[in-house]
């Protein structure tokens, strides 16, 4: 799936725990998309990219060390290494349907070249993404208006703010109370 939507399923999903910071969410968000870390092999040319995409870091070897190495930035580190890889996963299962037909989960990559690949995967460019991504967007919008944050939270709290203040605070609302985390 598009890099976007793996992004805002991290957020969005992240947003149901309650107790969770903005740190916390930011790292959901990181585990959630960072398998696509693969596709920069584009720089170095298609050939690189068709070889090595949904490969280096679509694998659980790479989850675990991604997971491990965003655990290493949170307080619970064993409760945010589980709930990254959960996250890692969703990325896996997302891609699993919404990367094309051609795409496979190469799991267990080095250690086997097997690739899992489903029988129901939709095209990329296909109305499913593009709805997954509106539907994302949509519960995005929702959460900066009832919760008064957004995915910048962490990385750009003034914008944050900012982008807030546009929309109307819903009826009843009380002002967010921030901590610094
Ligand atoms: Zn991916």
């Given at each position: 799936m598009h890099v976007?939507?793996h992004?805002?399923?991290?957020?969005?999903?992240?947003?149901?725990?309650?107790?969770?910071?903005?740190?916390?969410?930011?790292?959901?968000?990181?585990?959630?998309s960072l398998a696509d870390l693969d596709g920069l092999?584009?720089?170095?040319?298609?050939?690189?990219?068709?070889?090595?995409h949904h490969?280096?870091g679509h694998?659980?070897?790479?989850?675990?060390?991604?997971?491990?190495?965003?655990?290493?930035?949170?307080?619970?580190?064993?409760?945010?290494?589980?709930?990254?890889?959960?996250?890692?996963?969703?990325h896996?299962?997302?891609d699993?349907?919404?990367?094309?037909?051609?795409?496979?989960?190469?799991?267990?990559?080095?250690?086997?070249?097997?690739?899992?690949?489903?029988?129901?995967?939709?095209?990329?460019?296909?109305?499913?993404?593009?709805?997954?991504?509106?539907?994302?967007?949509?519960?995005?919008?929702?959460?900066?208006?009832?919760?008064?944050?957004?995915?910048?939270?962490?990385?750009?709290?003034?914008?944050?703010?900012?982008?807030?203040?546009?929309?109307?605070?819903?009826?009843?609302?009380?002002?967010?109370?921030?901590?610094?985390?």
């Amino acid at each position: 799936m598009h890099v976007q939507t793996h992004i805002l399923s991290g957020w969005c999903v992240a947003n149901l725990v309650p107790t969770f910071a903005p740190r916390d969410r930011l790292l959901c968000m990181l585990a959630a998309s960072l398998a696509d870390l693969d596709g920069l092999g584009i720089v170095f040319g298609q050939d690189v990219y068709w070889d090595y995409h949904h490969k280096l870091g679509h694998n659980l070897l790479y989850g675990i060390l991604l997971c491990i190495i965003l655990a290493l930035f949170a307080t619970r580190r064993l409760l945010a290494f589980a709930v990254c890889l959960g996250f890692y996963h969703l990325h896996l299962l997302m891609d699993y349907y919404g990367s094309g037909p051609g795409w496979g989960i190469p799991y267990l990559w080095p250690f086997s070249p097997r690739e899992w690949r489903s029988s129901d995967a939709w095209p990329f460019y296909s109305w499913q993404n593009l709805s997954a991504f509106v539907i994302l967007l949509l519960w995005t919008i929702w959460i900066v208006w009832r919760q008064r944050r957004t995915p910048l939270e962490s990385v750009m709290p003034n914008l944050d703010r900012q982008l807030v203040r546009l929309l109307p605070r819903p009826e009843g609302a009380v002002a967010p109370q921030r901590t610094k985390r």
